[in-house]
């Protein structure tokens, strides 16, 4: 197995715990302030990581410090815009829009890097915002606070994969490191502004506490570590692409879980992002000249 596969599966891991973030995040939100909510899943996913690997932890540069806050930053922004929109729109909404990083992220990263996508890449990308649009733009949606703010929250996510697939590449970042330590910023920052802006601060019930455990450890803390090492063998672009499978999943989350239903053409979307990807994965000369 290649490290681009082994990053490709870690990506794909990342996108089903993501799945189900969307519905999780909206019944946290019954008893939580969207601040409070971040706080509790970035600081217990970080103390999660010290908890299981302290020594390796302890050993950590300067730059790798530094990036992670810069970074942390941005990250908070995201989850932010995240918490804010599945507030104010469907679950399924906020997955599919969340999902416009394989969008963003080439656009980005050409005007500012001077990244030019290979053509397979442009083709995807494009495949995606048709499937994107399929999935999301219904005679049911509406230009709603939520919807504006989930496309903000994808706007800084494409940042965030740029700026971390920078951090990485650089000798005196380890990239564990990088993606552990972020999760502290984004906590301690997300705490600051919970004590000013939310109202709510403790759960009051069994099951928001179980959502708000398995946000910190699976859907933040396992997720920012496969994220952080997956991007030390792939691009920012490429990983923007395979997250796509996170809106498809999700909707099926907010189907089972929160009972929402999708029109036929949503379904067409999720068969051709599923298609996107399998053109992003399989090497098409390699396949014909074996054929």
């Not at 971390?164 to 590449?169: F, K, L, N, Q």
């Not at 004590?195 to 759960?203: G, I, N, Q, R, W």
Request: aromatic share 14%; glycine share 6%; with cysteine.
């Amino acid at each position: 197995m290649t490290k681009q596969v082994k990053a490709d599966l870690m990506i794909i891991v990342v996108a089903l715990f993501w799945s189900f973030s969307y519905f999780l995040i909206d019944i946290s939100l019954e008893e939580l302030g969207p601040f409070a909510l971040n706080a509790y899943r970035f600081i217990g996913a970080f103390l999660a990581a010290m908890a299981l690997a302290y020594k390796s932890l302890s050993k950590v540069s300067k730059d790798t410090i530094k990036y992670s806050a810069g970074i942390g930053l941005v990250l908070s922004a995201v989850y932010i815009f995240a918490s804010y929109g599945v507030k104010y729109t469907s679950v399924s909404n906020a997955g599919f829009l969340c999902a416009m990083p394989v969008v963003f992220t080439p656009i980005i990263a050409f005007f500012v890097k001077g990244i030019r996508p290979e053509k397979k890449l442009i083709f995807v990308v494009f495949l995606s915002t048709v499937s994107i649009a399929l999935l999301t733009f219904n005679e049911q949606l509406k230009p709603a606070l939520g919807d504006i703010l989930c496309l903000l929250c994808a706007l800084s996510g494409s940042v965030h994969l740029l700026l971390v697939e920078t951090a990485v590449r650089k000798e005196s970042v380890n990239a564990f490191h990088l993606g552990v330590y972020q999760l502290a910023f984004v906590g301690i920052f997300n705490l600051i502004l919970s004590l000013f802006f939310d109202t709510s601060f403790v759960p009051q019930s069994p099951d928001i506490w179980k959502a708000v455990i398995f946000l910190s450890v699976f859907c933040t803390g396992v997720v920012f570590v496969l994220l952080t090492m997956a991007q030390k063998h792939t691009s920012a672009s490429h990983v923007g692409v395979l997250l796509t499978l996170e809106p498809v999943l999700a909707g099926f989350v907010a189907f089972y879980f929160a009972g929402e239903i999708l029109l036929p053409r949503a379904y067409a979307g999720a068969v051709m992002l599923i298609l996107g990807i399998l053109i992003l994965e399989i090497d098409l000369k390699k396949l014909f000249r074996l054929g």
